[in-house]
């Protein structure tokens, strides 16, 4: 196994690892005070949790020894993206939303997003689409454009959380010719996807030596 993702209901997730001995740092405990409503409360620790379970499950690491900080590299705050301090040479990814949390970890730079879907109308493309994205959204209809919206939205989140691209530049991504793999700079990356109903996710990593990774996929 080279890649560990790990997903499922925020309560379920709090659920099933409150049992074991994963504590939030100093950092990530003034972050969770921010939240003014428990619900988000509730989201942050479960993400936070879920992202130790998952190093632990690629590692074999204690889940007590993990360490993890983030930082903004635009403001210098400790938030944005995470970074794995022990183990080494090991990263971290997590997504939450509305009741529902994710993480991934490899041995390298990897990304991941889920959303609780709803009904979206092409109008919601507009601030996030390419071009050639938007054509294809024009010939959708019904059911189709929600699902194929939802389905751009979280590779190309996905992206920027990998690093490749800021949150300002998602029109520049173009997934218009594959929702499978990704060409940037030239590297190869490949999509991993995460669909449960009401959730749609995706995950995304490097390619190295055209290698296709071996993914653990489970659900809490």
Known sequence: MTISIVYGKTENVINNLSGMDIRLNQEEMENYNRFRF????????????????CIHHLTGVAIHEIELTQHCATCGGNHGKPEVMHP???FVSWSHTS???ASISAHKPVGIDIEKMASLDRAFGDSFLSPLEREAISLADGDEISSTL????VKKESIIKLGLFRIDEMRDICLASSNTFYSHNRKKYAFIDIHSNPLMGAAVYEIEDGAIEKVSLTHL
């Open 38 to 53: 428990p619900n988000d409360q509730s989201d942050y620790l479960a993400a936070h949790l879920l992202a130790r379970y």
């Open 88 to 90: 080494a040479t090991t």
């Open 99 to 101: 009741g529902y949390v």
């Open 150 to 153: 939802y389905k751009l939205w």
